[in-house]
């Protein structure tokens, strides 16, 4: 029943979700930082957490309020195979609250830790299911747009949330992105209630049109497109006041060349695109001195559109 | 300064915008009907509209209140060529306010026949603009989604009317269409004042799904994708009380196998996609017996999405 191995190390990939245009069903990985999980044979019967290092947070051990332990339960579950001994160990890696998917990466580590653990009895896709499942434990709601990317890599598309429907687009070669954490406190349900629960009819067009755009964009690689394509016209405003300093940060990325420059998530992360390296790096740098200039602390990720995903290290 | 050519005659095909789920950036061209028109050079100098043909209706002969005349003139403006003599002769032959796009079809073909008249001074992609304000004349907005997929062809996506910014979506093999056209009077304005001009966050993200999901399959000839993503959350329920039996018709159609079965445009026609033309006939019949057992009189044409637009003929 038990594979040879007596113990695997994944790692899950942080991940920008939103993508501008694409609230609630876009998101994409990036390199670092990510979470790291250990999943080893047990001695009693059941999943347990074991060790959780790398945050100040009390985050549950009981494996069902966890989101690396939910959506391996159920995984262990479908597979008739809940009453194996199997020990987690959870290395958080990055931070909580910042709008890059920390608890998703988990999640997605969680499962597929589980999953290399038992030999593999599931493909990496067939995965996804279980590692939205696992991400629902942090809030309740079940969106892939976070954990999703964080397992398969790429950019996914999230068709349908409650179906599982999901699509990976094409990564255009090249594209670099730059994400910049400062270091302020944006509760996800403050996020969500300065939303407003209706949009106008003219913002549903102008988005629809932009989020159509982009994603032919990428299958074009056509990076004119795709940067007239990025503009966000129903989130960032909205949540843009929670962002110390939102525009004159967007401002700096634009005129150092950015395609775009927006909102992680629900931040208070942010992101933007660029068409190599050498800008990306000169955005994350002035965007971080800005920062610093206003007495906030911050950090800069820099990566190419990571399109591997959660991997067994 | 005149070209060799005394005359010139061009076509221009019908259209169904909003496809689903691309309430006003999205429009196909399918291979007939269209209208008709003949440029040709005048004795007086200036655009004259000399005969329209084919309708009852009383179309104005004024260019800069016809949708033919309107584009043409502007074309002629910008080339600094308004003083040429030109006269246009206009023959209807698709019905008004059908939803297929009639007055985009006249105003594709105007702008294309002045055109070919002079020369062809501008590219076909360069008319797109021209063509867009002549529609205008009919009811004096700005949106593309039929008359420049009747000019160019192809699935048109517009990504913002007010910069005539469209990209011309790849049209996967095989795919059939079949139109149906109720002889039932919706007036455009009617079919406005229906639709409620906000809408849910959850509708927009199931919306933005579905079209961001329906290009990824035009790009990759998904047709289980494109199937689920033609699902409109927010124009079709408004609208179907407009047109009389469309729950039931749209219930026939699915029923045999067609992708999708929804309103074309502002309506009353009505379309639906099918992997092949067998379908799409089979669709056409039924639809169309069901129609004449309500004591409705119907058309229906059958046809591949058409990439070529309007021509010279």
Redesign the interface.
Known sequence: MKSKQQAVRVFAPATVANVA??????GFAIDSPGDEIIARWGDEPGLRITKIKGTNKQLPKDPAKNTAGLGALRLLQDLGKEDLGIELEIYKKMPFGSGMGSSAASAAAGVLAVNELLGKPLQKRELAKYAVIGESAADGAIHGDNVIPSLLGGII????NESF?F?K?PVPRGLSVFVIYPEIEILTKDARAV??????????????????????SL?TSDLD?MR??LQDH?IESQRAQLIPHFYELQQTALELGAMNYTISGAGPSMFGFAQNTLIAEECATAITAKLTDHGIVSHSYLSPINTQGAYKM
């Open positions: 245009v694409g609230y609630d069903i876009l598309l999230i068709r349908d429907d699509v687009l939303l407003s629960d209706q949009v106008s009819l003219s913002q549903l067009i102008a988005q629809t049109g932009n989020i159509a755009a982009f994603v032919a299958y497109l007239k394509s129903v």
